[in-house]
Structure formats: structure tokens, C-alpha cells
């Protein structure tokens, strides 16, 4: 009997410990075991990164309803704010029964930053007048740094059907890069999800805080002369852009690029493979947007650091929120 008590209290005193690993290279808990003192279940963190959102998505509105009188579009996107926000607000209230409300929830922040990317132009216009842009002195920029601007030669240099097909996917595949990094954490990595949700949206509200501040839309007038009508995919990326980007503004540092490193950076760690993968994915983003002249090149450089820095001081933010609130945000 005592034999049988003493391999019972061996297991208990082991049990903690087990419970606390964590994986090879620091990180946070193993996913699945309970950790002491602290809420795993997945979005329990989500919280912070509603706020960041809804915080967004609320004074946005009320300055369009101030300046309402500017016309119906201002009326139009604080009503899709407002709306936005309860949506968060409710959602976050009462969790979701059903699966497709829980897609939902965990794709939210994909419909945010398409909501607030195409406000810029509205903010623009606001603060500059209706129709100024600062694209003559990003161009000046980039000729200042590479001579002659890559996006007038990028296509002459690799023309034809062939590679205006490739480049033009290549520059697409930065919406499924977000969904499946989003679908991943979900489903991989539960309780790392409010992290990623706060980095993810509050890197993108500084970018379109960038983009108001100095509004440029890029190169499309060059685009719309060098690229042959005959490439289906580049007709497909102008369908987007006639209703998912803003009048003016959201080019410099380019969001497409500077968002797929802060995502980068939030999938840490991965192995070879994936990783090998997404920075595959991340260079022919920044090849692809001068070869179709979506982009100034000086956007997709800039695009780069500012993602980095962007990650580390929002990632800084939930740490540091994280020392105040210690066992989630509910």
C-alpha cells in the first residue's frame, strides 16, 4: 500500500511541471495544457485587439458624421462603423454558437483593415482638399534612389503574357497569405490568436494613420498604359481596385508588404519548409506590385522596415498590456 502512495505522489509532483513545459526556444505554453493562473481558451485575449478596432472604427465615425455635410459618402462609412463596431461589441459579448459564427469571429480583422484601407481617401480629403496627393514627390524619391523608376521598365524588361500572369498572382497571393495565417493560428496556435489579432489590426491602423498623413496612390496612371488588357489576371487586380482602395493615398510604405512582414514575424517560430514558403510568397509581393506598376519601388523598400518596426512596437504594446492585465481581458 505504501508502495502504491508514494508512485501516486511521485505522479502528482511531476503533473505541475508537465503541465508548465514549454517549447524549445521559448515561446508560450504547449498548446492543449492548462497553465495555472492564466485563460488558454482560444481568443480569450481577443479583447485587446477588439478595442484597437473598435476604438478605430468609433472615432473614424464620429469625424465623418462632424463633417457630414461634405457629402453622403461621410454618412455612408460612419454608418459602417457604427455598425462594425456593435458587430465586434456583440460578438465579443456573446460567443458564438455556430461555426459560421465562429468564422466570423475569427476573421474579423481581414474586414477591418478593408474598411479602414479605403477610408484613407476620405481622412485625405478631409485634411488636404479633394484630390491632392503628395504622388509628384514619392515619384521624385524614387528616381532620387534608383534613377530611372522601376515600374517604367520592370515590364519591359520581362513582357508578354507569360510573366504578366505570374507577376500579377504573385501579387494576389497577399490575401490568401493573410486568410490562411489567420485560419492557421486558429487552428494550430488557439491561445496565441488575441496576439496576433491585436499586432495584426494595430500594425494596420498605423499604416492607414501613414497613409492620411501622407496621402500617395502610386503609379496606376503608368499602369493603365503598360499593361496589356490581354493579362487576366491584371483586369481582375483592376476589378479590386475599383472598390477596394481609397480615392487617394494608402501607396507609401506599401501595406501589402510592410502587413505580410508583421505576419511573417507573428507565425514565429516555423520550420524551414513554411518559412522557406511565406518569404517566397513576401518577395514575389514586392517584385510583383513595381512589375505592374501598383506600387513605386520606394514603396515596397519603405514597405519592408516598416513592417518590422511596426511589429515590435505593437507586439511591445501587448506585452506591456499584459503586465496590467494578467489572466486575459474579459
Request: aromatic share 12%; hydrophobic share 50%; charged share 15%.
Amino acid at each position: 500500500m505504501s508502495r502504491s502512495g508514494d508512485r501516486t505522489n511521485k505522479s502528482d509532483a511531476v503533473a505541475p511541471a508537465a503541465r508548465s513545459r514549454r517549447p524549445p526556444g521559448g515561446g508560450g505554453p504547449v498548446a492543449g495544457l492548462a497553465v495555472p493562473g492564466r485563460v488558454t481558451r482560444p481568443g480569450a485575449d481577443a479583447p485587446r485587439a477588439d478595442g484597437v478596432a473598435v476604438g478605430y472604427l468609433l472615432v473614424a465615425a464620429v469625424v465623418f458624421l462632424v463633417h457630414a455635410g461634405a457629402g453622403v459618402r461621410f454618412i455612408e462609412q460612419a454608418a459602417v462603423n457604427v455598425a462594425g463596431a456593435v458587430a465586434i461589441c456583440w460578438s465579443a459579448a456573446r460567443p458564438p454558437r455556430s461555426r459560421a459564427g465562429s468564422v466570423v469571429r475569427a476573421f474579423y480583422p481581414l474586414a477591418f483593415i478593408g474598411v479602414a484601407y479605403v477610408q484613407v481617401g476620405l481622412f485625405a480629403e478631409l485634411i488636404y482638399g479633394a484630390g491632392v496627393s503628395f504622388d509628384p514627390l514619392v515619384a521624385a524619391w524614387d528616381r532620387a534612389l534608383f534613377g530611372r523608376s522601376p515600374h517604367l521598365w520592370a515590364y519591359d524588361l520581362l513582357p508578354g503574357r507569360f510573366w504578366g500572369e505570374l507577376m500579377h498572382g504573385l501579387y494576389l497571393l497577399y490575401f490568401p497569405l493573410l486568410f490562411f495565417a489567420i485560419l492557421y493560428v486558429r487552428l494550430r496556435r488557439p491561445a496565441e490568436y488575441g496576439r496576433f489579432a491585436f499586432v495584426f489590426i494595430g500594425s494596420f491602423v498605423t499604416f492607414v494613420a501613414i497613409f492620411i498623413a501622407l496621402p500617395a496612390t502610386g503609379p496606376l496612371e503608368y499602369r493603365a498604359q503598360a499593361i496589356p488588357e490581354e493579362i487576366a489576371l491584371s483586369r481582375f487586380v483592376d476589378f479590386l481596385y475599383g472598390f477596394g482602395i481609397p480615392s487617394v493615398g494608402g501607396a507609401l510604405p506599401s501595406s501589402h508588404l510592410g502587413q505580410s512582414i508583421v505576419v511573417f514575424l507573428l507565425l514565429r517560430p516555423m520550420r524551414n519548409g513554411p518559412r522557406i514558403l511565406v518569404l517566397a510568397v513576401i518577395a514575389g509581393i514586392a517584385v510583383s506590385m513595381v512589375y505592374g506598376s501598383m506600387h513605386y519601388a520606394i514603396d515596397a523598400v519603405t514597405g519592408i522596415p516598416a513592417g518590422i518596426a511596426l511589429y515590435y512596437l505593437w507586439d511591445g504594446a501587448w506585452r506591456a498590456s499584459g503586465r496590467v492585465v494578467r489572466d486575459g481581458d474579459g
